[in-house]
């Protein structure tokens, strides 16, 4: 089970990113897909998960209406759309599942 994620980079506030998580290794279909962040001197947390099939999704409160998690099935990809970034945001994000998790991806939101 492998997990690849992409996309991180330096945003201005208010800014947006979009994060790409490649999966491989097992059937993707068949599972739920969380992405999580970790702060600099935080513990990681949940940010946003979408379910198998039917693909429904669930944010953390911090990130509700401005982050869209979505997956493609078929190629075994996983997104997390960011907007209306803020300065809180800064932080690792990760892609994964079965317990598994990828490198992860920086994000940082600065001015």
């Known amino acids: 089970v492998q997990f690849v994620e992409s996309g991180g980079d330096l945003v201005q506030p208010g800014g947006s990113l979009r994060l790409s998580c490649a999966a491989s290794?097992?059937?993707?279909?068949?599972?739920?897909i969380t992405w999580s962040r970790q702060a600099p001197g935080k513990e990681r947390e949940p940010v946003a998960t979408i379910s198998s099939t039917i693909g429904v999704t669930n944010y953390a409160a911090s990130v509700k209406g401005r982050f869209a998690i979505s997956r493609d099935n078929d190629n075994a990809m996983s997104y997390l759309q960011m907007n209306s970034l803020k300065p809180e945001d800064t932080a690792v994000y990760y892609c994964?599942?079965?317990?598994?998790w990828g490198p992860g991806t920086r994000v940082t939101v600065s001015s």
């Open positions: 994964g599942s079965l317990g598994y």
């Open positions: 290794g097992f059937t993707f279909s068949n599972y739920a």
